[in-house]
C-alpha cells in the first residue's frame, strides 16, 4: 500500500494535479465571472462616432445624466477609426451653415496642430473637397474625448447592445462588453451607430438598397517620387494585371490618382458592410488583401521597388448601410431644391455623392441652394423617446450619400441630443417637443438653425 500511495502521488505531481505552488506576490482566483451591473441614466447615446459625440457633448452641457456606449476603443468613428480625417462643408456660398460643438471641436483641433482653415470665402467651385477641414485624426481624437468627459459623459468602450425594450419610463439597453454585461435604463435614447442598430433591435421597420455603395481603407504609402514615374507605362502595366486576373477590376479605379495622392481615399471594396461583426471582418479582410495585393505588384514596377506602406487605418470605412423609416424621409428632390421645413433644425451642405463600381462623379448643388435636416427625419416611425443622428436618418438613398458627411453628422447630433434634452426636460418624446423652443436651445448652444422660409 505504501508503493501504491507513492506512485500515485507521483502520477499526481506529474499530472498537475496537486495543489498549486505560488510564488511570491501570486493569488490563486476562481474562474471570473461576468461583471453584471444595472445603471441609470436621462440620456443614452449609442455610438461614438461623428454624431455621437456632439450628441453627448450636447446633452452632458445640457445637465443631463449621459451615457455613451462605443464599441470600439476610440471616439470618432469615420474622422478617427475610419481615417477620413477631413471633414466637411461647413460652409456654403460664403456664408457659415454649420456651427456649434461640432465646429467648436473642429477649431480645437486645427489650432492645437498648428493647422490652418481653408479660406472659406473663395468659391469651391467643382472641387467641394477644398473646403474640407483636414485634421490630425489622433489629436482630434484626444479633444473629442476630452470634451466628453469634461461634460461628464460616461464613457463605455468594447460594448454594444443586445436587447433594447421598452419600458414605462424609457428603454432598458442591455450591453455586453469585455466580461461585462449591462442593464442600461434611460429616459431617452439616441440612436448613432451608422447602422440603426438601436432602432432594429427596438424592433422598428428600416430602409436599405439591394447594393450598398463600395468601403475604402484609408493608407498612405511612400518611398518613390512621383514625378520621376513613367506613368503611362505604369497604367498599362496595372490594366494588364487586372486582366489577367492578379488585380481585381474596381478596387483602385485609377493607379495615377492612387499613386499622387500618395493612397488617401482612393479605394473601392464592393458591398462593404459594417452592420455585423462578421460582414464588418470580412470587408476589413477585403480592404487589407487589395492594399497587399496591389502593393506587392506595383513594387514590382520601374520607380516603385523601395514602396513602403507607412500607415494604414485599421478599418475599412464605410458609406452606407441601413437607415430608419422615419416619420418623414428626406427625398433627393427635397435636397437638391434646399427645401426647408418647419421643423428644420439643423443644414446640410454636400453634392450629391454616390459611390459604385465606376467610382464617383459628384453633383454640385446649385448656387444659394442649402439642404436642411426636419427633426421628423431623425425619429423613427411610431416610437417614442427615440431618436437618431448621423446616416442612418430617414432618407432615399441620393439624398443620404450627401446627408451622410460628417459636418451634416455633427449638425444632426447636436439637434437629436437637444430634442432628448427639452424631452426628458418636459417628460415627453421628441416628436412632440415645441420646435421654437428646440431651435432656441440650439441656438444658445452655438448651433445655426435655419430659418423658416419656403
Known sequence: MKRRSALAALGALSLGLTSTSLLKGEVLHKPRAIDKKTIHTDILVVGGGTSGVVAAIQAGRAGKKTVLVENGSMLGGTTTTGGVAFPGIFFAWGKQVIGGIGWELVQEAVALNND????????????????????????????IED??????????FYETPVSVVEHKNGWKVTTVGKGTQTDIYCNQLIDCTGNALVVSLAGFNLLREAEIQPGTLMFNIGGYQPDQLDMKAIAQEFNQAIAR?????????????????????????????ATTSTSHTLCNLKGRASL????????????????????????????????????YNITHEDYVTGRHFDDSVSYSYYPIDLH????????????????????????????RNLIVAGRCLGSDRLANSALRVQAS???????????????????????KIN??????????????????KA
Open 116 to 143: 490652418r482653415l481653408p479660406d472659406f470665402t473663395v468659391p469651391h467651385g467643382r472641387w467641394h473637397w477644398k473646403h474640407q477641414v483636414r485634421l490630425n485624426g489622433p489629436l482630434y481624437a484626444l479633444v
Open 147 to 156: 470634451k466628453c468627459v469634461e461634460a461628464g459623459v460616461d464613457i463605455r
Open 245 to 273: 486576373g492578379d488585380l481585381i477590376k474596381g478596387e483602385f479605379l485609377n493607379v495615377e490618382s492612387l499613386l499622387r495622392n500618395a493612397g488617401d481615399n482612393v479605394q473601392h471594396i464592393a458591398g462593404a458592410d
Open 292 to 327: 497587399l495585393r496591389t502593393f506587392k505588384f506595383l513594387r514590382k514596377l520601374p520607380g516603385l521597388e523601395q514602396l513602403k506602406i507607412l500607415d494604414m487605418q485599421n478599418e475599412t470605412a464605410t458609406r452606407e448601410s441601413y437607415r430608419i423609416d422615419s416619420i
Open 356 to 383: 459604385d463600381a465606376h467610382g464617383v462623379v459628384p453633383k454640385h448643388l446649385e448656387e444659394g441652394r442649402v439642404a436642411t435636416v426636419p427633426l421628423r427625419a431623425l425619429i423613427p416611425k411610431g416610437s
Open 409 to 431: 453628422c455633427m449638425g444632426m447630433g447636436q439637434a437629436a441630443a437637444a430634442a432628448a434634452v427639452l424631452a426628458h426636460s418636459k417628460d415627453t418624446t421628441p416628436a
Open 435 to 452: 420646435i421654437v423652443e428646440l431651435q432656441e436651445l440650439l441656438t444658445q448652444y452655438g448651433a445655426i438653425v435655419p430659418n423658416n
